[in-house]
């Protein structure tokens, strides 16, 4: 349904606020990596996953 940027990771995008919510499931829990502004490193966050 959302865009896979990563093994496990998805992307939703926003539309109406300048934001992508990047998130993985794991099990019955959803993880929130990171609230991502449109207008910032799109890779700043991939340090959050290790």
Known sequence: MFIKVKKDIRKCIIN???FNILYSIEGDIIL???IAHHHRNP???I???N
């Open 16 to 18: 109406k606020f300048p």
């Open 32 to 34: 929130v990596i990171a």
């Open 43 to 45: 890779d700043y966050w």
């Open 47 to 49: 340090d959050r996953i």
